[in-house]
């Protein structure tokens, strides 16, 4: 296998891992407390997960509100990244940028 099909591989369990332990958070009982402080539902933490999965799967670093804005409502899309935050899955990077937290291999916190 090729140098660039080993990293691909290892972007899509990265990926995965990060989109599972965001999933298992919102699941928890301290997950829901929070999304409801925050006036979001699992299901929305989850899609927004998704798209960010994809995101960590191609490659990127860093992603844009607007990104997740195509599928999440306004409203919902703010909420969702707060939540995000408070729950240390993402950092924001400046502007409407924010990066994922623990997406690359030895980056858990």
Do not use: N
Not at 6 to 11: A, T, V, Y
Not at 12 to 35: E, I
Not at 81 to 87: K, N, P
């Amino acid at each position: 296998m090729s140098g660039r099909g080993i990293r691909e591989r290892i972007q899509c369990a990265d990926a995965v891992l990060w989109r599972d332990r965001v999933v298992a958070d919102a699941r928890s009982k301290q997950g829901l407390a929070a999304a409801s402080e925050h006036e979001v539902t699992a299901d929305v933490v989850i899609a927004a997960a998704e798209i960010i999965a994809a995101y960590i799967a191609a490659g990127e670093t860093l992603v844009s509100r607007a990104d997740l804005a195509l599928s999440i409502s306004a409203r919902g899309m703010f909420r969702v990244v707060r939540f995000l935050v408070a729950r240390r899955h993402i950092e924001r990077a400046g502007g409407d940028l924010f990066r994922p937290i623990g997406a690359r291999a030895g980056e858990l916190r």
